[in-house]
């Protein structure tokens, strides 16, 4: 019997399967690994709902959009109209993006140049929100903001970098370059490292960590403030130092660094400093309250008390209780003293030894 010559067939049968595999590999089309998956469904110009058990989630009016392969997520571009829900309730509304992208299992919505009115806490206050992205997650009923955040209603605006809203409990966070202008007779705006809103606790503003304010010619700093929007006051707390500028002259934004490294010496060229415990600044007239360790100072002149109050229309600084103002290196007791902003004077009254003027 012939022999087969084996070794040509095994060599020719490898060849074979390596063109084969070759032809496989590099002619039929792939999908690349962490690209999304093929689209199975594209429209333009619709109005498309999102539903979780039978209950609406969202519905978007888009320009366009798709559908990838595993039908997970549900891309948007141009929504010019989208709302979102919550148990039947709508929880943001008048919403317009650039993008939008539906996730179906975990159900978040993220957004991409988002603006829309979000409501917040049990009597779902409707306030104007924008910014660069956003994230809703309504099993969790919060949304995440970030990059150039601005909340907005009739009485004040925030801007922040990053806000975290928790709708049910009505509480919002914000941090980082956060600045809040609140609306008045006189524009007050308040800086801080954080910010927390309660929408359903009187709707107090709680503000933490290099606080400053600004408002008409006064600038103060403080460890840390409240602003009551019922009250229509500032509260601020904790080694607070406060500048108040004749009328007409010019706040500096390093005056608030100044104050907080006690560097006062060009300050007290031209302005009046006041330290104490605490400080409430009212909103609606421009006057404020200081208490506890008040000491005020003008040029080389200083008077120390319990309590000042300031008229801003008078520009009249009036210190009351335990009040006493120094003369060359003793303090002399008086039952008042009246700091003129305006005029950079001081006048003593019912002082132990007469009634003066410096």
Request: charged share 30%.
């Amino acid at each position: 019997m012939e022999q087969t010559p084996w070794k040509p067939i095994l060599v020719g049968t490898i060849a074979s399967l390596i063109l084969l595999f070759s032809v496989y590999f590099f002619a039929l089309p792939k999908q690349e690994l962490g690209r999304p998956s093929e689209k199975i469904l594209e429209f333009s110009g619709s109005t498309i709902v999102g539903h979780d058990k039978g209950k609406k989630v969202w519905e978007f009016s888009s320009k366009g959009g798709w559908v990838g392969k595993e039908q997970n997520i549900t891309n948007l571009e141009e929504v010019v109209k989208g709302s979102f829900y919550k148990d039947n309730k709508l929880q943001i509304k008048n919403f317009t993006a650039a993008k939008v992208s539906a996730f179906r299992d975990s159900k978040i919505i993220e957004a991409k140049s988002a603006n829309a009115l979000i409501a917040i806490g049990k009597e779902r206050k409707f306030v104007r929100i924008k910014a660069d992205s956003l994230s809703y997650n309504p099993d969790r009923s919060e949304s995440i903001l970030s990059g150039n955040v601005k909340v907005s209603d009739k009485s004040e605006t925030l801007f922040c970098q990053n806000l975290h809203i928790d709708h049910k409990e009505g509480i919002s966070t914000a941090r980082d370059n956060l600045r809040a202008v609140i609306y008045g007779k006189q524009i007050s705006t308040l800086k801080a490292d954080s910010l927390v809103m309660d929408a359903d606790e009187k709707e107090e503003v709680i503000l933490n960590g290099s606080v400053e304010a600004v408002q008409g010619k006064k600038q103060a700093v403080a460890d840390s403030a409240v602003y009551n929007k019922n009250g229509k006051d500032i509260r601020l707390k904790g080694k607070v130092k406060a500048v108040i500028s004749k009328a007409g002259a010019l706040i500096k934004e390093e005056t608030a660094q100044k104050l907080r490294d006690n560097e006062t010496k060009e300050i007290l060229k031209e302005k009046t400093l006041q330290t104490s415990d605490s400080l409430i600044l009212s909103t609606l007239n421009g006057d404020y309250r200081a208490e506890g360790n008040v000491i005020v100072e003008q040029k080389n002149r200083i008077a120390k008390s319990d309590t000042a109050e300031y008229s801003d229309k008078d520009e009249i600084i009036t210190l009351t209780g335990n009040v006493y103002i120094k003369q060359k290196e003793r303090w002399v007791k008086c039952r008042k003293v009246l700091v003129s902003v305006k005029d950079q004077t001081f006048e003593a009254f019912g002082s132990v030894e007469a009634e003066f003027k410096l």
